[in-house]
């Protein structure tokens, strides 16, 4: 079993910056694929960011290329989300998940989500 822990969101105004970050636990946790998902009312889930298991390569998607950046600590199993100039339609749950596979399939473990709100 994988246990993430989210944290870091909350309320920022438009052109703010948070910090997320999701701790990893549990016997059988290794550096998987590792992301974020965003879930915004009325939008489709979006899988914002991701990163290798060495942190070697990372997918920002379109939509926040140049504004977030994720990275990953494996010595303290933490992986992270900087987000800058934020927007408010960057307001949504933002889901950490770990991937053995790569593929998001049915093994993938997920946080239980931390709730980020832009205002403009």
């Known amino acids: 079993q994988v246990h993430l822990q989210e944290s870091g969101g909350g309320l920022v105004q438009a052109g703010g910056s948070l910090r997320l970050s999701c701790v990893a636990s549990?016997?059988?946790?290794?550096?998987?694929?590792m992301g974020w998902l965003r879930q915004a009312p009325g939008k489709e889930r979006q899988v914002v960011a991701s990163i290798d298991r060495g942190g070697n390569f990372q997918y920002h998607a379109n939509s926040v290329k140049g504004r977030f950046r994720i990275s990953r600590d494996n010595a303290n199993n933490t992986l992270y989300l900087q987000m800058n100039s934020l927007k408010p339609e960057d307001t949504g749950v933002y889901y950490c998940?770990?991937?053995?596979?790569?593929?998001?399939?049915?093994?993938?473990?997920w946080g239980q989500g931390t709730q980020v709100t832009v205002s403009s």
């Open positions: 549990g016997p059988t946790f290794t550096p998987y694929t």
């Open positions: 998940y770990a991937d053995p596979t790569a593929t998001l399939a049915v093994d993938t473990y």
